[in-house]
């Protein structure tokens, strides 16, 4: 299992695109919650788009292909996340920038 910072770990789900991931993370109320997702995903978007803009409560929004919807994943909660094949382990929640 590699390590990786917080900001490393959102850049990498960035990167991935249309990738499919899983992320183990701690919700805001402190609930942890592993979801299984993707970006990139449009087919069930409304075109309304958002009130607000996710980055600036450090928020990423990606499409739950479980619950089939979109979910916004607090990226200063990450621990865990498994890419491409890979297992990264945060290992420190460092503010994301």
Same mark, same amino acid.
């Given at each position: 299992m590699t390590k990786v910072t917080t900001t490393?770990?959102?850049n990498l789900i960035k990167s991935e695109g249309n990738? /499919? /991931?899983t992320v183990t993370f701690t919700k805001k109320n402190g609930e942890e919650r592993v979801l299984n997702g993707r970006r990139g995903v449009a087919k069930y978007a409304n075109g309304e788009g958002l009130k607000f803009n996710p980055s600036?409560?450090?928020l990423l929004t990606v499409y739950d292909v479980q619950a089939k919807g979109y979910r916004m994943i607090n990226c200063e909660g990450i621990t865990n996340l498994k890419i491409d094949g890979e297992d990264y382990e945060i290992e420190e929640n460092l503010p994301w920038e």
């Open positions: 490393e770990a959102v990738q /499919f /991931f600036d409560y450090n």
